[in-house]
């Protein structure tokens, strides 16, 4: 069983669409939960954590749920400058562990 | 805005061979890390070092690999003798504890032939 799974895409959405992303992680143990965007041959930048009230930073609204073990990220308003592959991220705790990556999520927002 | 630091940006070797990937940490960072992503693939955690010491190691991250902080200020990834399957992006990234902070640098693309 993948320890962190998601919809690998593609999304391909118009500028100004509203798209969501959703994970599923499999360790119930995990404590810490990130959205990273990846943009091709890059490396991971941090997007956001995520919160188990949800927090909003911007156009992105992030939700855990830990009964389900779910995580999503929406984004409202989408621009072309979206495009890239949101990865899924989780840890077991706080401190020095290492981060979990899904595979990732590709999202391309179409003029 | 700091930045971790990686060289080279790609590195080409044949099979068989020793390479040392080179980073290097923001500078008030205590926690080092290296990842790889191999190509299409998701990204892997090989090992974190802490206070001169691995702590933690996946079982990626055999006898053929090795790190070091050589100078206090440079983070190095030894790969013995290198594997066709060893072709991956290697990612360090530092932090200045536990999670906070956690900076990826832009990567080592090794391609083995």
């Known amino acids: 069983r993948k320890e962190v799974e998601q919809d690998p895409g593609p999304f391909n959405v118009p500028e100004g669409a509203t798209v969501a992303f959703n994970c599923t992680y499999s360790?119930?143990?995990?404590?810490?939960f990130f959205w990273y965007r990846q943009d091709c041959r890059k490396e991971p930048k941090l997007l956001m954590s995520?919160?188990?009230s949800g927090n909003e930073d911007g156009r992105f609204t992030a939700q855990l749920n830990r009964a389900s073990q779910y995580i999503s990220l929406l984004i409202r308003d989408s621009k072309l400058s979206d495009s890239a592959t949101y990865l899924c991220?989780?840890?077991?705790?706080?401190?020095?562990?290492?981060?979990?990556f899904g595979k990732g999520t590709r999202l391309s927002v179409i003029a | 805005e700091p930045e971790v630091t990686q060289t080279p940006s790609h590195q080409v070797t044949q099979m068989g061979q020793e390479v040392i990937l080179r980073c290097v940490p923001i500078?008030?960072?205590?926690?080092f890390y290296w990842y790889r992503q191999i190509l299409g693939q998701k990204v892997e955690f090989l090992v974190s070092?802490?206070?001169?010491?691995?702590?933690?190691k996946s079982e990626i991250f055999d006898d053929q690999f090795s790190v070091e902080r050589p100078d206090g200020s440079n983070f190095t990834l030894k790969i013995r003798s290198t594997k066709l399957e060893d072709s991956a992006m290697y990612f360090c990234?530092?932090?200045?504890?536990?999670?906070?902070?956690?900076?990826f640098g832009s990567g080592t693309r090794l391609t083995v032939v």
């Open positions: 990234a530092s932090s200045s504890r536990g999670f906070a902070g956690y900076t």
């Open positions: 360790n119930s143990a995990s404590q810490s």
């Open positions: 070092f802490y206070n001169n010491e691995i702590s933690e």
């Open positions: 995520v919160y188990s």
């Open positions: 991220v989780v840890r077991l705790s706080s401190g020095n562990t290492p981060l979990v």
């Open positions: 500078s008030n960072h205590l926690y």
